[in-house]
């Protein structure tokens, strides 16, 4: 049974910092790029960060780049966003993904989301 477990939401003031974690279990995680998305009230979801299967690459969308920093561990099957420097606009439900391409058909999975909030 596939599953991505997400954890280390919660509140914190601007300014502050939060890791999130993700667990991954049920098929081959090494095989698998990652990415965290994430989706604010009224917004659609929308890519945060992505990582190569052997965490060689990373890239991140405009508005985290310099504050967040997306890791892998293959041989635990996790993946983290550690987040700094957090903002209000920040505040939405995060998400883990995990894709692998293969012949053009793709494997795709998602976490239940964790929900991250910075407010004063």
């Known amino acids: 049974q596939v599953q991505l477990v997400e954890s280390g939401g919660g509140l914190v003031q601007p300014g502050g910092s939060l890791r999130l974690s993700c667990a991954a279990s049920g098929f081959t995680f090494s095989m698998y790029t990652m990415s965290w998305y994430r989706q604010a009230p009224g917004k659609e979801r929308e890519l945060v960060a992505i990582i190569t299967t052997t965490g060689g690459s990373t890239n991140y969308a405009d508005s985290v780049k310099g504050r967040f920093t997306m890791s892998r561990d293959n041989t635990k099957n996790m993946v983290y966003l550690q987040m700094n420097s957090l903002k209000p606009e920040d505040t939405a439900v995060y998400y883990c993904?995990?894709?692998?391409?293969?012949?053009?058909?793709?494997?795709?999975?998602w976490g239940q989301g964790t929900q991250v909030t910075v407010s004063s």
């Open positions: 993904n995990a894709v692998r391409w293969v012949n053009l058909s793709a494997s795709n999975y």
